[in-house]
């Protein structure tokens, strides 16, 4: 029998999801309103092109097939092969030392245009992300049941795969509601973290929706064709933050 996942582990990582979400929304929201027009973040006039658009997303999938793929396989391997397994439940040092790397490159990926765009940093910084984020969550992984990561996993996959679907077909601007997904984000904090988790789920399920009607376009607010970092970033902690939550619950149920 695995030990049990201890909460030191996903808590500062569920709260750090939900701090970081208020600051990406207040970060739209002062881009949307102060500088939309000299950053492009909801000018419509670059999407006026179906082919940039079209490039655009194709770029941004590819990427975050490839960090999905990445993170996939670290959890694979934490997960059946023993002695991986084993070294990384004895050594949660390597866990907390990853956290401050996780914490870093996000906020140089958001906060800072010039290493976000340029060209090969962002992906450098990108690719260290990517796998500090997967290993703590292939840390996280390795304490549930084979059965609990399998049903996170899939049921990650459907839930997103309806969510994308669904943001290409309606005519629902998710886009527009920056401010009340950020004001969300707020309460969940201030009502207690308790709450927040059996919460979240939902709101990480809109903002999902809310990430993947930026890349499209014709909405409320896009960005820019330049920052496709940040749209793939974006999704793939979208996707992450789904998964530890459904794995916490998948995990609960099966004790």
């Given amino acids: 029998m695995r030990p049990s996942c201890p909460s030191t582990f996903w808590w500062p990582l569920c709260v750090t999801f939900m ?59 934490f997960t059946f092969v023993e002695p991986v397994r084993l070294f990384v439940i004895q050594n949660p040092a390597i866990y907390w030392a990853s956290f401050p790397v996780y914490l870093v490159t996000y906020l140089m990926l958001v906060c800072c245009e010039g290493p976000r765009r340029r060209h090969p940093w962002n992906l450098i910084l990108l ?30 996959a459907i839930v997103c795969i309806i969510v994308t679907i669904f943001c290409f077909q309606t005519k629902v601007d998710f886009t527009s509601c920056t401010g009340l997904l950020c004001a969300l984000c707020v309460v969940l904090l201030v009502i207690g973290i308790i709450t927040s988790i059996v919460l979240s789920f939902q709101y990480v399920s809109e903002f999902l929706a809310y990430h993947t009607q930026l890349l499209i376009g014709n ?6 064709p330049e920052e496709y970092v940040f749209g793939a970033l974006s999704l793939y902690v979208d996707i992450v933050q789904i998964f530890i939550f459904l794995l916490h619950i998948t995990g609960s149920s099966s004790e």
């Fill in 219 to 224: 909405r409320a607010n896009t960005i820019s």
């Fill in 19 to 77: 701090i970081k979400y208020v600051f990406k929304c207040a970060f739209l929201c002062i881009h949307c309103f102060v500088v939309a027009d000299a950053e492009g973040i909801s000018a419509t006039g670059v999407w006026d092109s179906m082919s940039v658009r079209h490039a655009f997303i194709r770029k941004v999938y590819l990427i975050l097939a490839v960090q999905l793929f990445i993170t996939t396989s670290i959890i694979a391997v």
């Fill in 127 to 156: 690719f260290i992300f990517t796998l500090t984020l997967s290993y703590m969550t292939g840390t996280i992984s390795s304490y549930f049941d084979t059965k609990a990561v399998f049903l996170a996993l899939g049921i990650t």
